[in-house]
């Protein structure tokens, strides 16, 4: 700590209040049950009434009949009133409490929000019967979170709407002859269409005709049909949209990344293969390896600012692609090249899921990751503010991908040009834009680890950011969703938890 904060009194209260509320003592007095959404509302904890008797009465009740279980600190408190106190004890080597009276206002203001809000999230959380005769493998929302598709290993799709309070079945139909792994919503821009991938090795696009009765079974129309290059099934799948641009990105069991754009951008019934490269280079994965692969864009549509002002291309594409138990990052410079900007490291397994957050304002980007060795995992990837290349950035600094491969099917006189040649490789030689300085809008940017989460204790499946980049949720093999929130001392703490079962 610098002499400018160690002793200015509301970075020692700020800090004061983040260690009492994370330290296990205090948590345990505000966690003495697992409340459902209804426990907690506005007439039952009122300002200046705290929760007696019948609420203990409410909570046993609701814990033995409630399919969906909420754990907030908001919840378990009620009411600021009850917090403050426990904030005024004594620290632990008998200190007074550096909470001073602004502090607690601003306290007593911002649980009492809090609480609503995640009432509000509560009581929006529903069970429904989805039909499928199997297990559910993935869900997506569209754009504007109004639509739903459910993937599954019966083979088919189902998109559902949302109409007020509950959701309604449009379309059911037999997608895929395997089962279906992942599913996702193409951007607005270009008509309802849904991308799906399954183990039959194929990606399919379904784009909706709003003509056709629902539930027809022909109301989504196949339009791209693309088969695996290797005979390995595809293993996730994302789209890039910057307004009516749209690409691609798809990922093999046995680490072919591929990258596509449409011929005509007008529309989306054929594609062209702009770029691949293997990703485990010259390892890959055995046959009866457990494998671990995910593709990922950045979402908004400019990078982080200060890549901009480094000289990145206000229009480069971000894609994070988890291989095994490390992610690559890669960007697009101005000649729509791809190159590596950073890796990120640390899981001691595989990795299953891997989130950009949204916030170009904020100086730099936040990228979250789900491992099978229990750890959700943050960094920030940032951007040096001197413009050369340092000598010793390891595998954070700028590197053109030498090592990749061309397409199985490439001749050389169908030699990508562009953001194809970047990836694949076309070119044994040394690459002309290799060099930072020869290459227009290559930056080099340091991957920090910043947090590693434990709270699932075991395997770690999902992780998302909301819409703000502020809320990071998770969920793993505990059947528990965890949200976090990041501190005033920088580090991510869980704000709340939503058990999925009553028994929970």
């Known amino acids: 700590m610098d002499q400018t904060t160690e002793h200015d009194p509301i970075q020692l209260s700020l800090d004061a209040v983040t260690r009492k509320l994370h330290r296990p003592a205090f948590l345990s007095n505000l966690t003495p049950s697992r409340l459902p959404s209804c426990a907690a509302s506005d007439s039952s904890l009122s300002p200046g009434e705290g929760p007696g008797p019948h609420h203990a009465e409410a909570r046993s009740h609701h814990r033995k009949h409630s399919h969906l279980n909420i754990v907030t600190l908001d919840d378990a408190v009620g009411k600021a009133d009850l917090v403050l106190p426990l904030l005024q004890e004594p620290s632990a080597d008998g200190s007074a409490s550096a909470v001073d009276a602004n502090v607690q206002e601003y306290l007593r203001a911002a649980f009492w929000g809090a609480r609503n809000a995640y009432a509000n999230m509560a009581a929006s959380f529903q069970t429904f019967a989805h039909g499928h005769q199997d297990l559910v493998l993935a869900v997506d929302f569209n754009y504007f979170g109004t639509r739903m598709v459910t993937a599954s290993s019966d083979h088919r799709l189902k998109v559902w709407d949302k109409k007020e309070e509950s959701w309604s079945l449009v379309e059911s139909w037999k997608a895929h002859d395997a089962e279906i792994v992942d599913v996702k919503w193409n951007g607005p821009f270009m008509g309802e269409v849904v991308g799906s991938i399954g183990e039959d090795g194929r990606c399919k696009l379904w784009q909706e005709d709003v003509t056709e009765v629902p539930m027809s079974g022909n109301r989504f129309k196949l339009i791209t049909n693309l088969a695996s290059q290797t005979n390995a099934p595809f293993m996730s799948l994302d789209f890039k949209n910057i307004m009516q641009e749209t690409w691609l990105a798809l990922i093999t069991r046995d680490g072919l990344l591929l990258v596509y754009e449409p011929t005509d951008q007008s529309n989306l019934n054929e594609w062209t293969s702009i770029a691949e490269t293997w990703v485990c280079g010259n390892n890959p994965p055995g046959r009866q390896e457990e494998v671990g692969f995910k593709v990922a864009f950045h979402k908004e549509k400019l990078p982080c600012w200060t890549a901009i002002m480094a000289g990145l291309d206000r229009k480069s594409l971000g894609l994070a692609v988890a291989a095994m138990n490390k992610v690559i990052v890669f960007r697009t410079d101005k000649t729509k090249r791809f190159f590596k900007v950073a890796e990120l490291e640390g899981a001691q397994q595989i990795i299953r899921d891997v989130a950009w957050a949204n916030g170009s304002m904020r100086g730099y980007d936040v990228l979250a990751t789900a491992s099978k060795d229990g750890a ?6 940032s ?8 000598t010793n950035m390891g595998a954070s600094s700028t590197t053109a991908m030498a090592d990749s491969m061309p397409s199985p099917s490439m001749s050389k006189s ?8 970047g990836l694949a490789g076309a070119s044994k030689g040394p690459d002309p834009v290799q060099d930072h300085e020869q290459g227009p809008g290559r930056i080099s940017q340091v991957a920090k680890l910043v947090d590693e989460l434990h709270s699932h ?13 502020d809320l990071l949720v998770s969920t793993g093999d505990d059947a528990t969703i965890r949200a976090w929130k990041k501190a005033v001392n920088g580090h991510w703490l869980e704000y709340s938890e939503i058990g999925t079962s009553g028994d929970n």
Request: no cysteine; proline share 6%; hydrophobic share 40%.
């Open 414 to 421: 169908r030699a990508p040009s562009g953001i194809g040649a």
């Open 383 to 390: 951007t040096p503010r001197s413009d050369k290349v340092s």
């Open 376 to 381: 959700i995992r943050i960094y920030e990837l």
């Open 457 to 469: 204790q075991s395997a770690v499946w999902r992780v998302a950011f909301s819409q703000m980049g």
